[in-house]
């Protein structure tokens, strides 16, 4: 399956670069903005996390694939049924620092919990349990964050920045919120994900930026991201990106390998696990993205 796909992501994208006049054709609808981050208090938290599961129990008798995220103990600030998810993991009202987590292709609502700890929901609790086995006494809070429509595998829109840069416009007022109340973030970023923070790193502050899974961050090195953030790459030996493509030709491709000496990362090491395997408990990589989420980067295993 992982040497299919990786050539199926290269036909698309090989075909896309052929064509450049199609990719125009297939300009996607902007998406519905999400709800900006209420002040980050016990209060407003508890008054927006108790609407946001109202609204998702209202979808749920409509589409029950949706119940899942309104099991008990779940806590939205951010909801719509059109495809917008954003779950908070821990307690954001003490946090001094924040992870947020952002996917790659094919996540959708329905994926959001459905593929374990490749999933959004899965995979943001899987960083705070690892990191609380690091540290019980973090006070970190990890985002799971859907806030943009993630494009399909098999798409052209996966071979250019069209919803990353969606991606990029509505995750900076969550980071500018965060940031205004003094919490440190992390960005971990996984797959299309990592175009999404390279798209935002110039306007966000982010203390780090880990990218796994990386098709490319749509620049040729870390220093074209004009960020002040620690830049962190991984990627697992078993991973079919390593088999895509890493151009960037008149706006299409994603740019410079960012786990390649030239790029000018930290590379941390991620195992020998495949593309969904990052956040599996008890693997090398979960353990480090979770002390780069924690500021904890000395800390970090490298790669070389």
Known sequence: MNKRRAALVTLVAGGVMLTTGAAGGHASV???PVQPLPAPTEGALAARYAAERQAIETAARRD????PLASPGRTFVAFDPRGRAVEVVGDLATARRVAILVPGSDTTLHSFD????ASPGGGARAVLAEARQIDPHARLAVI???GYSAPRTI???VATTTRADQGARALRPLVDTLNAHGTAVSLLCHSYGSVVCGRAAHDVEAADIAVFGSPGMAVSSAADLRTRARVWAG???GDWMAYVPKVRVLG???GADPVGRGFGARVFAAGNGGHSDYLRPGGIALRNLALIALGRGAEVSRAR
């Open 30 to 32: 902007p998406p519905p």
């Open 64 to 67: 029950p694939r949706l119940a």
């Open 114 to 117: 459905s593929r374990g700890t």
């Open 144 to 146: 799971a964050w859907l």
């Open 155 to 157: 798409s052209l829109d």
């Open 235 to 237: 990627r697992g030996s």
């Open 252 to 254: 299409l491709g994603f």
